[in-house]
């Protein structure tokens, strides 16, 4: 970017250092409890406010996975709000994307925009050469990462399988069976699922749904209800 470039937006009054904040989570316990969410905004705020970065948006992708970007229309919108002179801001690598080759395809899109990326758990940028080497070293560390915690989880999954033990996550409205393997329904939250369905149909959108749950005596199985837990209940 030019000197001159940056003595235009000076003379016009607009601000040169504009920041676009992307944050993820990809478990239904941490959405639904907003937790980590909560945590990686407020350090992408952080790092904003030292480096003069004015937070022009913040995107959040709440119970999706990373493994692949063109399924996380938070990411796509905070994408689309990039701009030359801007910077992306997310908490960690592992948070923008899953695979090497998906990170480095965000990074040559945000280049050919002008737009830098910065990660604030790695503490790096692509603003200098040096920057963009450490990142694509992160990226191939943080697919290596995720390969080791996939690898994991299916040998978890088929130990389960081997001792006859329910494997995956219960839906809401049930619970696990005395025997560890078959599913009851969940009087209590079936009476909840039942109150949506409801509100549902009387027009209410998902956040005032939410809204109501908050503020009545129905537990959420996490910290409270967001408008997302109310639609993937709905869905099911």
């Known amino acids: 970017m030019s000197i001159m470039y940056y003595t235009i937006r000076l003379y016009l009054g607009i601000n040169m250092n504009k920041a676009i904040i992307y944050i993820r989570v990809s478990t239904t316990q941490q959405a639904d409890e907003g937790v980590s969410?909560?945590?990686?905004?407020?350090k992408a705020r952080a790092w904003c406010e030292l480096n003069d970065y004015?937070?022009?948006g913040v995107h959040v992708d709440a119970g999706i996975s990373g493994k692949k970007i063109n399924n996380r229309p938070a990411l796509e919108q905070a994408l689309s709000?990039?701009?030359?002179?801007?910077?992306?801001v997310v908490y960690s690598l592992s948070r923008l994307a899953r695979s090497t080759k998906d990170?480095?395809?965000i990074s040559e899109?945000?280049?050919?925009?002008g737009t830098?990326?910065?990660s604030v758990s790695?503490?790096?940028d692509t603003t200098s050469a040096a920057g963009k080497m450490v990142f694509r070293m992160?990226?191939?560390m943080a697919e290596f990462e995720s390969d080791i915690i996939s690898e994991r989880t299916k040998m978890g999954m088929q130990h389960k399988k081997a001792k006859g033990e329910r494997v995956g996550s219960i839906p809401f409205g049930s619970q696990l069976h005395a025997d560890g393997v078959d599913l009851i329904p969940y009087p209590i939250e079936q009476e909840i699922i039942q109150i949506i369905r409801d509100l549902e149909r009387d027009g209410l959108s998902l956040n005032k749904i939410a809204n109501y749950l908050n503020k009545s005596e129905y537990e959420a199985r996490g910290k409270k209800w967001y408008p997302q837990t109310i639609k993937r209940i709905l869905a099911a």
């Open 138 to 140: 992160l990226a191939v």
């Open 54 to 56: 004015e937070v022009g």
């Open 37 to 42: 969410l909560q945590a990686q905004e407020k």
């Open 109 to 113: 899109q945000l280049q050919t925009i």
């Open 122 to 124: 790695e503490k790096i």
């Open 103 to 105: 990170t480095i395809s």
């Open 116 to 118: 830098d990326l910065v």
């Open 81 to 88: 709000e990039c701009e030359l002179g801007s910077a992306l």
